[in-house]
Protein backbone atom coordinates (compact mmCIF):
# COMPACT_ATOMS: atom_id res chain seq x y z
CA UNK A 1 0.00 0.00 0.00
CA UNK A 2 1.57 3.56 -1.17
CA UNK A 3 1.61 6.61 1.57
CA UNK A 4 -1.57 8.11 -0.34
CA UNK A 5 -3.44 5.04 0.04
CA UNK A 6 -3.22 3.37 -3.21
CA UNK A 7 -2.62 -0.69 -3.24
CA UNK A 8 -0.23 -2.25 -5.56
CA UNK A 9 -1.20 -4.87 -7.96
CA UNK A 10 1.43 -7.01 -10.53
CA UNK A 11 -0.50 -7.16 -13.48
CA UNK A 12 2.34 -9.11 -16.55
CA UNK A 13 5.25 -8.74 -14.46
CA UNK A 14 4.20 -5.06 -14.23
CA UNK A 15 3.18 -2.75 -10.83
CA UNK A 16 -0.22 -1.48 -11.49
CA UNK A 17 -1.48 1.21 -9.14
CA UNK A 18 -4.97 0.82 -7.79
CA UNK A 19 -7.17 3.96 -7.61
CA UNK A 20 -7.55 4.85 -4.25
CA UNK A 21 -11.18 4.70 -4.12
CA UNK A 22 -10.90 1.03 -3.75
CA UNK A 23 -9.78 -0.98 -0.65
CA UNK A 24 -8.61 -4.02 -2.50
CA UNK A 25 -8.91 -5.41 -5.75
CA UNK A 26 -8.66 -9.48 -6.18
CA UNK A 27 -6.77 -11.61 -8.56
CA UNK A 28 -6.74 -10.47 -12.87
CA UNK A 29 -8.07 -12.60 -15.34
CA UNK A 30 -8.60 -12.16 -18.54
CA UNK A 31 -8.03 -8.75 -18.47
CA UNK A 32 -9.80 -7.61 -15.31
CA UNK A 33 -10.25 -7.79 -11.81
CA UNK A 34 -12.50 -7.19 -9.04
CA UNK A 35 -12.01 -4.20 -7.07
CA UNK A 36 -13.47 -3.65 -3.75
CA UNK A 37 -14.30 -0.81 -2.17
CA UNK A 38 -15.87 0.18 1.35
CA UNK A 39 -17.78 3.54 1.99
CA UNK A 40 -19.42 3.60 5.61
CA UNK A 41 -19.16 -0.19 6.15
CA UNK A 42 -20.45 -1.12 3.34
CA UNK A 43 -19.00 -2.88 0.76
CA UNK A 44 -19.59 -2.35 -3.01
CA UNK A 45 -18.01 -4.59 -6.02
CA UNK A 46 -17.11 -2.87 -9.49
CA UNK A 47 -14.75 -4.19 -12.29
CA UNK A 48 -11.26 -2.85 -13.43
CA UNK A 49 -8.99 -3.66 -16.63
CA UNK A 50 -5.02 -3.05 -16.27
CA UNK A 51 -5.16 0.12 -16.83
CA UNK A 52 -7.02 0.27 -13.31
CA UNK A 53 -9.74 2.00 -14.99
CA UNK A 54 -13.29 1.17 -14.44
CA UNK A 55 -15.23 -1.52 -16.64
CA UNK A 56 -18.07 -1.38 -14.06
CA UNK A 57 -18.52 1.11 -11.22
CA UNK A 58 -18.39 -0.25 -7.49
CA UNK A 59 -21.91 -0.07 -7.34
CA UNK A 60 -22.82 -3.85 -6.71
CA UNK A 61 -23.61 -5.61 -3.78
CA UNK A 62 -21.86 -8.65 -4.96
CA UNK A 63 -19.79 -9.82 -8.23
CA UNK A 64 -18.55 -12.99 -8.80
CA UNK A 65 -16.31 -14.34 -12.14
CA UNK A 66 -18.35 -17.38 -13.72
CA UNK A 67 -14.93 -18.53 -16.29
CA UNK A 68 -16.24 -17.56 -19.97
CA UNK A 69 -15.87 -13.87 -19.24
CA UNK A 70 -19.25 -13.34 -17.45
CA UNK A 71 -19.73 -12.46 -13.99
CA UNK A 72 -23.11 -12.70 -11.92
CA UNK A 73 -23.52 -9.50 -9.71
CA UNK A 74 -26.34 -8.51 -6.92
CA UNK A 75 -27.63 -4.96 -6.98
CA UNK A 76 -30.88 -4.00 -5.36
CA UNK A 77 -31.76 -7.51 -4.39
CA UNK A 78 -31.96 -8.35 -7.79
CA UNK A 79 -29.28 -10.81 -9.57
CA UNK A 80 -27.75 -10.78 -13.44
CA UNK A 81 -24.97 -11.39 -15.34
CA UNK A 82 -22.60 -8.98 -17.12
CA UNK A 83 -19.52 -9.26 -19.63
CA UNK A 84 -15.83 -8.61 -18.94
CA UNK A 85 -16.76 -5.49 -21.03
CA UNK A 86 -19.09 -4.26 -18.95
CA UNK A 87 -22.34 -5.16 -20.74
CA UNK A 88 -25.10 -6.76 -19.09
CA UNK A 89 -25.61 -10.13 -20.56
CA UNK A 90 -28.46 -11.26 -18.63
CA UNK A 91 -30.64 -8.45 -16.27
CA UNK A 92 -33.41 -8.46 -13.76
CA UNK A 93 -33.09 -12.06 -12.55
CA UNK A 94 -35.39 -12.80 -9.14
CA UNK A 95 -33.04 -15.91 -8.46
CA UNK A 96 -29.42 -17.03 -9.60
CA UNK A 97 -27.99 -20.71 -8.03
CA UNK A 98 -24.75 -22.16 -8.31
CA UNK A 99 -23.03 -23.33 -11.82
CA UNK A 100 -22.38 -26.78 -12.86
CA UNK A 101 -22.05 -28.60 -15.81
CA UNK A 102 -21.61 -25.11 -17.51
CA UNK A 103 -25.22 -24.39 -16.79
CA UNK A 104 -26.71 -21.59 -14.12
CA UNK A 105 -30.03 -22.24 -12.74
CA UNK A 106 -32.49 -18.46 -12.63
CA UNK A 107 -35.45 -17.93 -12.27
CA UNK A 108 -36.91 -14.94 -14.26
CA UNK A 109 -40.52 -13.82 -14.00
CA UNK A 110 -41.35 -16.66 -11.52
CA UNK A 111 -39.87 -18.66 -15.05
CA UNK A 112 -37.57 -21.23 -14.00
CA UNK A 113 -34.33 -21.82 -17.09
CA UNK A 114 -30.82 -22.98 -17.29
CA UNK A 115 -28.18 -20.09 -18.97
CA UNK A 116 -25.51 -21.62 -21.30
CA UNK A 117 -22.39 -20.02 -20.03
CA UNK A 118 -21.01 -20.91 -23.62
CA UNK A 119 -23.78 -20.21 -25.61
CA UNK A 120 -25.11 -17.37 -23.36
CA UNK A 121 -28.68 -19.32 -24.20
CA UNK A 122 -31.37 -19.18 -21.62
CA UNK A 123 -33.45 -22.86 -21.87
CA UNK A 124 -36.69 -22.34 -20.41
CA UNK A 125 -38.48 -24.97 -18.36
CA UNK A 126 -41.94 -24.71 -17.82
CA UNK A 127 -45.30 -26.00 -15.50
CA UNK A 128 -42.13 -26.16 -12.31
CA UNK A 129 -41.98 -24.67 -9.07
CA UNK A 130 -38.31 -25.47 -8.42
CA UNK A 131 -35.16 -26.24 -10.53
CA UNK A 132 -31.73 -27.69 -9.22
CA UNK A 133 -28.24 -27.85 -10.49
CA UNK A 134 -27.57 -29.83 -12.86
CA UNK A 135 -25.53 -33.50 -12.01
CA UNK A 136 -23.99 -36.09 -14.60
CA UNK A 137 -26.50 -34.63 -17.22
CA UNK A 138 -29.86 -33.86 -14.96
CA UNK A 139 -31.00 -31.53 -13.16
CA UNK A 140 -34.09 -31.71 -9.76
CA UNK A 141 -37.10 -29.99 -10.34
CA UNK A 142 -40.30 -29.52 -7.83
CA UNK A 143 -43.90 -29.41 -8.57
CA UNK A 144 -46.64 -28.16 -6.58
CA UNK A 145 -43.52 -26.82 -3.69
CA UNK A 146 -43.44 -23.70 -2.08
CA UNK A 147 -39.93 -21.76 -2.93
CA UNK A 148 -38.32 -19.35 -0.67
CA UNK A 149 -35.92 -17.26 -2.59
CA UNK A 150 -33.96 -15.88 0.71
CA UNK A 151 -32.56 -19.53 2.25
CA UNK A 152 -33.06 -21.53 -1.31
CA UNK A 153 -35.43 -24.00 0.24
CA UNK A 154 -38.34 -25.73 -0.98
CA UNK A 155 -41.23 -26.88 0.83
CA UNK A 156 -43.70 -29.62 -0.23
CA UNK A 157 -44.38 -30.49 -3.74
CA UNK A 158 -43.22 -33.71 -5.68
CA UNK A 159 -39.58 -34.36 -7.18
CA UNK A 160 -38.57 -35.39 -10.70
CA UNK A 161 -35.38 -34.96 -13.28
CA UNK A 162 -35.34 -32.86 -16.34
CA UNK A 163 -31.94 -32.85 -18.39
CA UNK A 164 -29.94 -30.12 -19.89
CA UNK A 165 -32.59 -29.43 -22.53
CA UNK A 166 -35.81 -29.27 -20.32
CA UNK A 167 -36.70 -32.35 -21.23
CA UNK A 168 -38.41 -34.48 -18.56
CA UNK A 169 -36.45 -37.34 -17.98
CA UNK A 170 -37.87 -39.10 -14.78
CA UNK A 171 -41.42 -37.51 -14.22
CA UNK A 172 -42.37 -35.73 -10.90
CA UNK A 173 -43.47 -38.56 -8.01
CA UNK A 174 -40.85 -38.72 -5.30
CA UNK A 175 -40.88 -37.22 -1.87
CA UNK A 176 -37.72 -35.94 -2.01
CA UNK A 177 -34.84 -36.32 -3.99
CA UNK A 178 -30.98 -35.54 -4.17
CA UNK A 179 -28.98 -34.76 -7.30
CA UNK A 180 -27.41 -37.39 -8.84
CA UNK A 181 -23.54 -38.25 -8.37
CA UNK A 182 -21.46 -41.13 -9.92
CA UNK A 183 -24.87 -42.19 -12.05
CA UNK A 184 -27.46 -42.42 -9.53
CA UNK A 185 -29.63 -40.29 -6.87
CA UNK A 186 -30.89 -40.84 -3.38
CA UNK A 187 -34.92 -40.17 -3.67
CA UNK A 188 -37.42 -40.68 -0.79
CA UNK A 189 -40.84 -42.11 -1.71
CA UNK A 190 -43.54 -42.97 0.67
CA UNK A 191 -41.18 -42.79 4.03
CA UNK A 192 -38.57 -45.06 2.77
CA UNK A 193 -35.13 -44.44 0.56
CA UNK A 194 -33.67 -45.76 -1.93
CA UNK A 195 -31.40 -45.27 -5.31
CA UNK A 196 -32.21 -44.65 -8.57
CA UNK A 197 -30.02 -44.32 -11.62
CA UNK A 198 -30.92 -42.11 -14.89
CA UNK A 199 -33.15 -44.90 -16.86
CA UNK A 200 -34.74 -44.76 -13.16
Known sequence: ??????????????ELFISA??????????????????????????????QSNDILPPIFQQLDSLGNALYRFKINER???V?????????????????????IVIMRNQIWGLFDLETRQIKTISNIDYLGIC???????????DFNKTSSEIVGG?????????????PP??????AFSEGIAAVEQDGLWGFIDKEE
Open 1 to 14: KTIDGRYIAVVDGK
Open 21 to 50: KYKYCKSFHEGCAIAIQEVENEIYYGLINT
Open 79 to 81: YGL
Open 83 to 103: SSDGNIVLPNTEYMGKTSEGK
Open 135 to 145: KCGLCRINVGG
Open 158 to 170: IWGYVDINGEVTI
Open 173 to 178: KYDRAN
